[in-house]
């Protein structure tokens, strides 16, 4: 089946405790990309990759890292996380013109 | 950088009747224009598309109008029926070499009343 996964779906953590959430597509895509959704504010581009080993910034990078190591892989990196990072995270990989959303993070920082 | 509006905010509608969510772009390089529909606790999906050389295009009960003078676009969703409430949200991007970033509206919260 074709699809976006996400891990993990749900994280609590404190302030400043690094983590991971990673992102993986089996559909041969070149294009990847992480979202945030808050209240009120839609959703936000925070990087986007056009194929491996090329990254570029979205309209909310800061604070956040990822990486493109394999065409299957994007994960996102938060090297030290605050409070204003609470939200819900998307992934997505585009094949032609439609963009696939993983089923979402819901990242909690304390 | 691109600035997209969309209005409004919260519709609600009369099951049958017709839904009507506009946006705005800034930037005229704007060439790729679409909508994604997010029910209650999914992930968003995408429901139609348009690009900067086409000014309407329809897919069944729904259609997108685009007015590239105006920088406006429009999703019209018409017979309006209960699996249609969520949220919409419009989206622009330029499309071209080693560029994709897309940015989203703010998004609308449809309801369809019985």
């Known amino acids: 089946e074709a699809q976006v996964t996400q891990n993990p779906r749900y994280l609590i953590t404190v302030t400043g405790k690094k983590l991971t959430v990673t992102c993986s597509q089996n559909?041969?895509?070149?294009?990847m990309s992480w979202y945030r959704q808050d209240p009120g504010l839609g959703l936000r581009q925070i990087y986007y990759s056009m194929n491996v080993e090329v990254t570029d910034k979205g309209d909310v990078p800061e604070g956040y890292k990822v990486s493109r190591k394999e065409k299957r892989n994007f994960p996102l990196i938060l090297e030290s996380p605050s409070p204003n990072q609470t939200s819900l995270y998307f992934c997505?990989?585009?094949?032609?013109?439609?963009?696939?959303f993983g089923p979402g993070t819901r990242l909690t920082v304390l | 950088g691109e600035n997209v509006e969309q209005h409004p905010s919260t519709l609600s509608v009369q099951e049958g009747d017709s839904a009507v969510i506009k946006c705005t772009y800034s930037d005229s390089a704007s060439n790729y224009f679409p909508w994604y529909k997010q029910e209650l606790g999914k992930r968003p999906q995408l429901i139609i598309d348009i690009r900067s050389n086409v000014g309407e295009k329809k897919d069944q009960r729904i259609a997108v109008t685009l007015n590239k003078t105006a920088k406006h676009f429009s999703l019209h969703i018409t017979e309006t029926q209960p699996e249609d409430s969520a949220v919409y949200f419009c989206?622009?991007?330029?499309?071209?070499?080693?560029?994709?970033?897309?940015?989203f509206g703010t998004g609308t919260r449809l309801t369809i009343i019985p």
């Open positions: 989206a622009a991007s330029f499309r071209g070499f080693g560029n994709e970033k897309l940015t």
């Open positions: 997505a990989s585009k094949g032609g013109d439609t963009q696939y």
């Open positions: 559909m041969n895509h070149e294009y």
